[in-house]
Structures are given as structure tokens and as C-alpha cells.
């Protein structure tokens, strides 16, 4: 027994000092392993005649049962102790800088696009597109161009070659085509949920895109962008245009009380039709918009022509509206003032850098849409 509680002590000493988990195995081995002092113990008490078992059996099993407890407690804690000093040496240091990266830009196209959605969204008007190929009928023919007329020659058009039966396709001139597709009630299926199908009237859209003509100095590329609009309802007049327009400038500028005129023109889908200015001065050698004497045409517009109507099976007698066309790159050069227009499709990315927009910003601080 003395033997026992000797090595008993001793192994309770050195589980107590054994300063990590290898030191405990080292421990564990020469108790409990195959060869430790305590496993030859119990081999011993096959030996044993029957009364002497009875009596070391319980002495050794209990040993063995204590010394095993004792080893697992104090891994417990060399284990928590080990994970806290790795925890230790691996913290991180979150005051080191962040290694450089190059940033993107948003293409101020895009900007634009997104803060003249951002207002005509929040007026109420629905997305809706148009494919960049069109057919001469949605490009031309349906918006009241006469054929062979000369109307058709201005848009300096691109065409495809023609095709078997001689027609030919066209890279679209202008976006007024969605008008034409948005309200034939065959429209395709709207590419997304927020985009407008085809619908029956009252229509309230806004359209998007790329635009193509041939065409290239500072103020022309052959590849730019417009955003179409058309209101069809009941009792539509020109006042609702002019509000429309006038909310969009104050809006987009964000300037209160910006002075616009309208001046007659002509476009073949409306009838009456104008074009809009908004005050301005290019005195400094750059634009501002809401000061001056000068005008600088932004947009145009007019009541939408009841031969339009017709062509999409609209009855004019019930149902009018108003459209208007803005140049979106145009519209950017004016509020952020890029001096060439080819310079935006240049893809040159320090011009992107300069010109361009953080992907963080709300497109219109005004408008509260992001
Ligand atoms: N489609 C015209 C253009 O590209 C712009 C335009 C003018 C659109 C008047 C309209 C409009 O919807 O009513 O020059």
C-alpha cells in the first residue's frame, strides 16, 4: 500500500507541474501506458492469489481511475491555456493600412442616367426598353416619317445591308421606337419586373439607351445616349409637358426657379412640337445653368402626333400625351462640364478617373433614391 500511495504522490506531483500537454503525455505514459508503472501494476494481479486480489484489486483500479482523472482535468487547462496564447500571437493588428488598390469609376453617362431615372422614377414613370436594332417600321415608319421623305435622311442612319426579302434593318436613331413598343400591346415580354411591357393606355415610361448616328465633332459621337419619355392618358395638354419638364430641370440642376422657354419646332411624331432651353451662361468659357442671358437647348418635346397614336392602335379622339427626348451625354456635359463629347467613349481611364463618379454615391442627393 505504502508503494501505491507513494507512487501515487509522486505522479499527482508531476501531473501538477507538467507545463504543457506534451510534458502530461510524457506523464500519462509512464502511469497508464502499455508500459507504465500502473498498467504493469495490473498485470501483476493475475499473479495474485484470490485474497490478495480482493484487496490490491480495488487499491490499483481506484489508482488507475484517479491518476486518469487527474491527467484529463490538467489537459483541460493546459489546452485552454495553449489556445489563448495562439490566440495571443495571432491577433490582428486592424490599425495596419489596408494594402492600395485601384479604384473604379461610374462613366458619367451612367451617373447621369442613373439621377435622371432616379427623378422621372420618383414622378411616377415606369422603365421600358427597346432593342439598339431596329426595323424601319418602330425607327421611322410608325412615328409619322413619310416615306422617302426627307425627315428620314436627317438622322444620318446607319443601316445593316439588306436581307433576302431587300429590307433593311437599322441601328436605332433615337429611342422614340419604345414609344411605339410600349404602347403596341405586342410588346416582347419585359426583360425584368420593373421594366413596362407593352400596355394598353394610361402609359407613364421613361426609356433608356444607346443611340447611333453618323456623326462625330465635339458636340456629336456616332454612339450616345438619350432618354425618351411618353405620357399617354385623358386630357392631356401641353401645360402637363411644361410642368413635367420644369420639375425635371429644377430637379436635375438643382436649382429653384431655373427659367426654361419652349420654342417651336418640328418633329414628325409630334404635333405641335418644341424644343425646350434653359438659361445659362458660357461668358466664363464654361456653362452655368440658371444665370445669364444665353440658352442652351436640352431637350425636345411636343404633343404626341394622333397619325403616332393610330399607328399603335391608339384611338386619338380618346386618348393624348406629350413625349419629350433628352440627350443624356449632352445633359452631363452641361451639369459636370466635359469639354469634348468624344472624350466619353474614349475609354481613357484617366479621363475616367477625372470625370468619373464613386460607386458609393446616391445618384441625386436631391431625390432620396439610391
Ligand atoms: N427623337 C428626337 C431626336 O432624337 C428627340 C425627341 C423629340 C423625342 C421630341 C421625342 C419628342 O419624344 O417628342 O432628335
Not at 113 to 123: H, R, S, T
Not at 205 to 214: A, L, N
Request: hydrophobic share 40%.
Amino acid at each position: 500500500m505504502t508503494d501505491l500511495a507513494t507512487l501515487e504522490t509522486n505522479l499527482a506531483a508531476r501531473i501538477a507541474v507538467a507545463p504543457d500537454t506534451a510534458a502530461l503525455e510524457a506523464v500519462r505514459l509512464d502511469a497508464l501506458g502499455k508500459t507504465g508503472a500502473i498498467s504493469a501494476l495490473l498485470k501483476s494481479l493475475g499473479a495474485m492469489n484470490a485474497d490478495e486480489r480482493k484487496v490490491q484489486g480495488p487499491a490499483i483500479n481506484g489508482l488507475r481511475d484517479r491518476v486518469a482523472t487527474a491527467v484529463a482535468q490538467r489537459k483541460t487547462l493546459l489546452e485552454a491555456a495553449e489556445l489563448d496564447a495562439r490566440l495571443a500571437a495571432g491577433r490582428l493588428d486592424l490599425s495596419l493600412p489596408a494594402p492600395p488598390r485601384r479604384k473604379g469609376a461610374v462613366h458619367p453617362t451612367m451617373q447621369v442616367m442613373d439621377e435622371m431615372i432616379a427623378i422621372f422614377a420618383e414622378m411616377g414613370f415606369a422603365l421600358a426598353e427597346g432593342p439598339d436594332i431596329e426595323d424601319d417600321f418602330h425607327n421611322f415608319t410608325a412615328l409619322n416619317f413619310p416615306p422617302k421623305h426627307p425627315a428620314r435622311e436627317m438622322h444620318d442612319t446607319f443601316f445593316f445591308p439588306p436581307d433576302a426579302e431587300g429590307v433593311r434593318k437599322v441601328l436605332r436613331t433615337h429611342t422614340s421606337p419604345v414609344q411605339v413598343r410600349a404602347m403596341q400591346r405586342t410588346n416582347t415580354p419585359p426583360a425584368a419586373p420593373w421594366i413596362a411591357a407593352g400596355q394598353a393606355p394610361p402609359i407613364r415610361i421613361i426609356s433608356p439607351g444607346r443611340t447611333y448616328r453618323c456623326d462625330s465633332d465635339a458636340t456629336h459621337t456616332p454612339m450616345f445616349h438619350q432618354i425618351e419619355g411618353l405620357v399617354i392618358d385623358r386630357d392631356i395638354h401641353m401645360g402637363h409637358l411644361k410642368w413635367t419638364l420644369d420639375q425635371f430641370i429644377a430637379r436635375f440642376f438643382e436649382l429653384e426657379g431655373v427659367v426654361t422657354r419652349f420654342r417651336p419646332h418640328h418633329f414628325p411624331f409630334t404635333e405641335p412640337s418644341a424644343e425646350m432651353d434653359v438659361q445659362c451662361d458660357t461668358s466664363g468659357g464654361e456653362v452655368k445653368i440658371g444665370q445669364g442671358t444665353e440658352w442652351s437647348e436640352i431637350v425636345g418635346c411636343g404633343m404626341v402626333h394622333p397619325n403616332v397614336l393610330r399607328n399603335c392602335g391608339i384611338d386619338p379622339d380618346e386618348w393624348q400625351g406629350f413625349a419629350f427626348g433628352f440627350g443624356v451625354d449632352r445633359l452631363g456635359r452641361l451639369k459636370y462640364g466635359m469639354p469634348d463629347l468624344r472624350d466619353m467613349f474614349a475609354s481613357d481611364v484617366r479621363w475616367l478617373a477625372h470625370y468619373g463618379f464613386s460607386a458609393f454615391a446616391a445618384p441625386n442627393p436631391a431625390s432620396g433614391l439610391s
